[in-house]
């Protein structure tokens, strides 16, 4: 039996499922894929794997775009085979998170299609139609109204065309959504990871924005961010699907444009909202108007945005900790360096995600220290959003898009996508096919093969880490105080219980670098836990540090 509060100590692993492993050879991963690789997620050590949509779906956002909330789709095998990874995970002490995809369906799902069937179907107003569009731009480009004309009406997008948004102002809507949930609870699903949770409620007034230079749309977040009802429909669904189920059901929302103090009325467990919401802070740092328009990244910013988190939920709420995701480029690529220091910097970017103070997401493949591919052309992307980017940037007079592609090649979101190398051979042990996107060349030598149970390598860094936050009550439990914000290069933090501390230090360059920490000497007695550099101690040790390029080290001392 598990204490209420167990769930914090839970360590959660990604699966794209596109990308993870592809049992049948037609260049795609599937639910059999999966299952074949339980073992090593087991002897990684998570906890949880939140598998990324299965569902039904035309694939035209690759699955967030559900036409059948109650199936597989074909191109991942069935609903016996999710009850098999389902039993398999069980049978491990793991759980299994699924993606609930819920601001918007398909433009397939029956319930869109009767929707847009005539002015007066019944489930006309489960979307969101009107006679004049408001000037809101989607969030993959262009306009986020497209007019249908079999009805001679706009209906709301927010995302591609072919994904129109429900409306939660409907309870009808709200009943069948949460009828949906109950029934893959009682199939044995552990939880839900919520997509663009924050964007199910609006303003119904729908007003327009003020238009972006130059164009007639423009961004519209303040009428659909964590809009009027957000909390009220959040509570309504804990108590109509999770309230009395026996094991705790783990809950996250992903929520672009989340502030602190709306993400710790989010996750106060008394309001009965959400475990813990997925905020955007630090992964907007590092670019202008849009992700493709690059700006230096100050390792000084970045801190601040994850410590403004540590400090902002301390007590109430909880945090999720995560450095990449299928949305994002690799984070060894973008936070640390894929050149000379990649193992010893994905290690530490590791080290420094997994010891703050929250839920520690790992996305596949970083456990591998996978990096960025080296795509150059449009045709190497198939991600919907970088192609329409793309696609308006061609007709905008006077683009640079060169400058366009190189940028895409560092923030697109299908480098977090490209397959996991399994090994060495030409399909990356990912598949025998043609994969669907192309396997980064350097799977010759970073892969699991090359990895599991070899000493000093990522992926046992990983189950390091892991094995840390299941042992050490202070990982999950100790406050959390920043050092040297400003400094330019090093990442310090204290984590701290009544009972123990932990120093984590961090030099986040190619060069060696001091820092004198406001510590006290004794620091230099502590014992090392992990380190970067397979076990070699720091030229200097705390309170005086010197750190070799990419070293991280953690001391840990009881208090008396
Ligand atoms: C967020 C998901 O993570 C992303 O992959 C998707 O394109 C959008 N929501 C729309 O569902």
């Known amino acids: 039996m598990s204490a209420p509060e167990d769930w914090r100590r839970w360590v959660v692993y990604q699966v794209y499922p596109r990308s993870f492993a592809d049992s049948d050879g037609d260049g795609v991963g599937d639910l059999r894929g999966i299952i074949g690789r339980v073992g090593y997620l087991h002897r990684l050590g998570v906890d949880v794997v939140w598998l990324s949509p299965v569902y039904r779906s035309p694939m035209d956002d690759n699955g967030y775009d559900i036409s059948d909330y109650q199936d597989v789709d074909p191109l991942f095998g069935t609903l016996a085979d999710l009850d098999e990874l389902i039993a398999e995970l069980h049978a491990r002490g793991m759980k299994l998170v699924m993606d609930l995809v819920v601001n918007h369906t398909s433009d397939e799902h029956p319930w869109f299609t009767e929707s847009r069937s005539s002015r007066d179907n019944p489930k006309r107003d489960w979307y969101w139609w009107r006679d004049r569009p408001a000037n809101w731009e989607s969030l993959f480009s262009g306009p986020a109204w497209t007019l249908d004309e079999q009805t001679g009406q706009y209906y709301l997008h927010l995302f591609s065309t072919r994904q129109p948004d429900l409306n939660w102002e409907n309870p009808e809507v709200r009943q069948a959504i949460y009828a949906m949930m109950r029934w893959w609870l009682d199939r044995g699903v552990d939880g839900f990871r919520m997509d663009v949770i924050n964007m199910i409620s609006k303003d119904t007034s729908l007003p327009d924005t003020t238009p972006r230079p130059g164009s007639r749309h423009g961004p519209a977040f303040q009428y659909f961010i964590c809009g009027p009802r957000n909390h009220e429909f959040l509570q309504e669904m804990y108590w109509s699907v999770f309230a009395g189920r026996d094991a705790h059901v783990l809950t996250v929302g992903e929520m672009p444009g989340v502030t602190v103090p709306e993400a710790v009325l989010f996750t106060d467990p008394a309001r009965h909202e959400l475990d813990m919401v997925f905020q955007f802070q630090h992964v907007q740092l590092g670019f202008g108007a849009n992700k493709f328009d690059l700006r230096p990244l100050h390792l000084p910013d970045l801190k601040a945005a994850m410590a403004d988190w540590q400090q902002g939920l301390a007590g109430r709420g909880w945090n999720s900790l995560y450095f990449g995701n299928h949305d994002q480029p690799r984070s060894v690529s973008r936070f640390g360096d894929d050149g000379p220091h990649r193992i010893a910097s994905a290690k530490t970017l590791a080290t420094?995600?997994?010891?703050?103070?929250?839920?520690?997401?790992?996305?596949?493949?970083?456990?591998?220290?996978?990096?960025?591919?080296?795509?150059?052309?449009?045709?190497?992307?198939?991600?919907?959003?970088?192609?329409?980017?793309?696609?308006?940037?061609?007709?905008?007079?006077?683009?640079?898009?060169?400058?366009?592609?190189?940028?895409?090649?560092?923030?697109?979101?299908?480098?977090?996508?490209?397959?996991?190398?399994?090994?060495?051979?030409?399909?990356?042990?990912?598949?025998?096919?043609?994969?669907?996107?192309?396997?980064?060349?350097?799977?010759?030598?970073?892969?699991?093969?090359?990895?599991?149970?070899?000493?000093?390598?990522?992926?046992?860094?990983?189950?390091g880490l892991i094995a840390l936050r299941h042992e050490d009550p202070v990982v999950t439990d100790g406050d959390f105080e920043l050092l040297l914000p400003d400094h330019p290069a090093i990442w310090a933090f204290l984590r701290r219980t009544a009972r123990a501390e932990l120093l984590v230090a961090a030099n986040f360059s190619a060069d060696v670098m001091d820092a004198a920490l406001p510590l006290d000497a004794d620091w230099a007695a502590a014992s090392v836990v992990l380190t970067s550099l397979n076990g070699d101690s720091p030229l200097q040790l705390p309170p005086d540090l010197k750190l070799r390029p990419w070293e991280s080290v953690v001391w840990r001392r009881a208090r008396s």
């Open 352 to 463: 420094v995600l997994h010891l703050h103070r929250g839920t520690p997401y790992v996305y596949e493949g970083d456990e591998l220290a996978m990096a960025n591919a080296p795509f150059t052309a449009i045709t190497d992307y198939r991600d919907i959003e970088t192609l329409r980017f793309y696609a308006e940037a061609v007709e905008r007079p006077g683009a640079d898009l060169a400058a366009l592609l190189a940028a895409m090649a560092r923030m697109s979101r299908d480098q977090g996508r490209t397959p996991v190398q399994w090994d060495a051979s030409p399909g990356a042990g990912f598949t025998t096919g043609t994969p669907w996107l192309a396997v980064n060349p350097d799977h010759t030598t970073v892969n699991a093969a090359a990895q599991v149970g070899v000493p000093g390598s990522v992926f046992e860094h990983y189950r």
